[in-house]
């Protein structure tokens, strides 16, 4: 039977997966009490100069899947390297890695001499560290496929933007799906299709982590409700940026959906002060406007792994 292990502070995520896992059943066929995977858990010890110690179960099968959204990565990095390799030793043959959140994918080029391609050289990495991933809606934006960021064998890219397009469609019946930037149109253009909603997306020009410029598509937003669609925020600056621009253009509320809630700092009260009102999340990264839950999405894929 496959495995799927988690780190100790995961365990409820983890735990909604594999219930959406057995809810599905092993060939996705109503509920049943069997499901193809068992959980078990990564024992994490943090020892006093900040090195871990980690513990798997000694006798792993041959198919493991490893969950870990990357949020906060660097730490989380340094899991993966040390929980992978243990993982052959201890029996995996097929080593997955599930991560909601993949990090590092923005930095995708080097803008300046010298600059590392993030990107790249941790798609290698995991790579070579793992036989397939599963990710929800990777920042791809320079590069087509997830496969092309990370090289793996089976590479999967879910979409949860079909799920906040009927989210937004249920809580703003009838708005304008607004993409922030010329990226985001990938996502809005998924969740509009799926929730029948109109969508455009801004122009934007970023100078520095919280220095960015947005512009409005040519479009009368008079008398509307807007939602803000993408695939994350972090400082909150681009939502915010746009969320004004809304407000002054006579949009009547502007609400935020994405699919990561990095939301550093003073993210939520830089959003809250531009004129954001409701601000929806799927549960890839833990935050309290999670509404999505993306456990189904990833038990399908799952449950489609390595047939
Ligand atoms: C990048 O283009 C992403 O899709 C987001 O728009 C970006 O990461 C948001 O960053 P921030 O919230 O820091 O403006």
Request: hydrophobic share 50%; aromatic share 4%.
């Amino acid at each position: 039977m496959p495995l799927l292990l988690c780190c100790d502070d995961e365990q409820a995520p983890a735990e909604r997966l594999l219930a959406a896992l057995q809810a599905q059943g092993p060939q996705g066929a109503g509920p049943t009490e069997q499901t193809a995977w068992r959980l078990a858990v990564i024992e994490r010890h943090r020892f006093p100069d900040g090195e871990w110690r980690l513990r798997l179960p000694p006798a792993l099968p041959a198919d493991v899947a490893l969950y870990r959204s990357l949020h906060q990565p660097n730490e989380k990095l340094v899991e993966l390297l040390l929980a992978a390799p243990a993982a052959r030793e201890l029996g995996a043959r097929r080593l997955w890695l599930v991560a909601p959140y993949l990090a590092y994918m923005r930095q995708d080029a080097a803008f300046t001499p010298g600059e590392v391609v993030s990107q790249r050289h941790v798609g290698r990495w995991l790579a070579a560290a793992f036989d397939g991933l599963v990710t929800v809606d990777p920042h791809l934006h320079r590069v087509a496929t997830l496969a092309e960021a990370v090289p793996v064998g089976q590479a999967h890219a879910l979409s949860a933007a079909p799920l906040l397009g009927a989210l937004v469609a249920q809580r703003r019946p009838g708005a304008l799906l607004l993409g922030p930037d010329e990226e985001s149109a990938q996502w809005v253009q998924q969740a509009a299709a799926a929730a029948g909603l109109p969508a455009a997306v801004c122009r934007k020009v970023r100078r520095g982590d919280r220095d960015v410029e947005v512009q409005l598509p040519a479009l009368d937003v008079r008398g509307r409700a807007v939602v803000i669609l993408d695939d994350m925020a972090s400082t909150g600056r681009t939502v915010a940026q746009a969320a004004a621009a809304l407000r002054a253009a006579g949009a009547t509320s502007v609400d935020v959906a994405v699919t990561h809630a990095l939301f550093s700092g003073d993210a939520l009260a830089v959003m809250q002060a531009a004129g954001v009102g409701a601000v929806w999340s799927t549960d890839s990264v833990p935050h309290a406007s999670n509404a999505v839950a993306l456990a189904p999405l990833l038990a399908k894929a799952l449950g489609d792994l390595g047939r």
